[in-house]
T-cell receptor, first 115, second 111 residues
């Protein structure tokens, strides 16, 4: 079975540019999560969706960040305008129905560098 | 504020030895607990869930101490391939929004 698929794997861009990260969850998983990982702060939950509906976006750092899930098989995380402090690894994860006892399956991540 | 604390290490352990590390959590209402493993420049992967009565999976044993609010991971007969960062994950229940990751414990198994 295909796992969580993220694209691009790497992104290097100049500050001020728009960045769009993409995620395809595992088929049949109805939870989708976006995380950001840095050395200083570890893995932080940015936002998560259940059945394509955003449930909690309290982890989104500021208005420059937005996320959408137009259908069950696709989600985007957008940063506009990007800043150097946004440089991090961004992970998407999905999990099956069943609440908190279900493990999350992570994609390979997108390594984002903002110059 | 949710807090999940881990000793960042690194723990340098000779191959074949037994190693254990803990993770403390602040919310006594927490209901689900997991250990994830993350290799360098890779994504986190579920290692094992942690059950109230403790559970074992091969060389790995996970335990929960609710009274003291910590979970532990013990690795027996450590292998070079066990070198990784181990992330403690605590879910406060009622949905996925209570999921909190520790910053991880870095383990290095030395030949």
């Amino acid at each position: 079975d295909a796992g969580v698929i993220q694209s691009p794997r790497h992104e290097v861009t100049e500050m001020g540019q728009e960045v769009t990260l993409r995620c395809k969850p595992i088929s049949g998983h109805d939870y989708l999560f976006w995380y950001r990982q840095t050395m200083m702060r570890g893995l932080e939950l940015l936002i998560y969706f259940n059945n394509n509906v955003p449930i909690d976006d309290s982890g989104m750092p500021e208005d420059r960040f937005s996320a959408k899930m137009p259908n069950a098989s696709f989600s985007t995380l957008k940063i506009q305008p990007s800043e150097p402090r946004d440089s991090a690894v961004y992970f998407c994860a999905s999990s099956r129905p069943g609440g908190p006892n279900q493990p999350q399956h992570f994609g390979d991540g997108t390594r984002l560098s903002i110059l | 504020r949710k807090e999940v604390e881990q000793d960042p290490g690194p723990f340098n352990v000779p191959e074949g030895a037994t190693v254990a590390f803990n993770c403390t959590y602040s919310n006594s209402a927490s209901q689900s607990f997991f250990w994830y493993r993350q290799d360098c420049r890779k994504e986190p992967k579920l290692l094992m869930s942690v059950y109230s009565s403790g559970n074992e999976d091969g060389r790995f044993t996970a335990q929960l101490n609710r009274a003291s609010q910590y979970i532990s991971l013990l690795i027996r007969d450590s292998k070079l391939s066990d070198s990784a960062t181990y992330l403690c994950v605590v879910n406060e229940g009622g949905g996925a929004d209570g999921l909190t990751f520790g910053k991880g414990t870095h383990l290095i198994i030395q030949p």
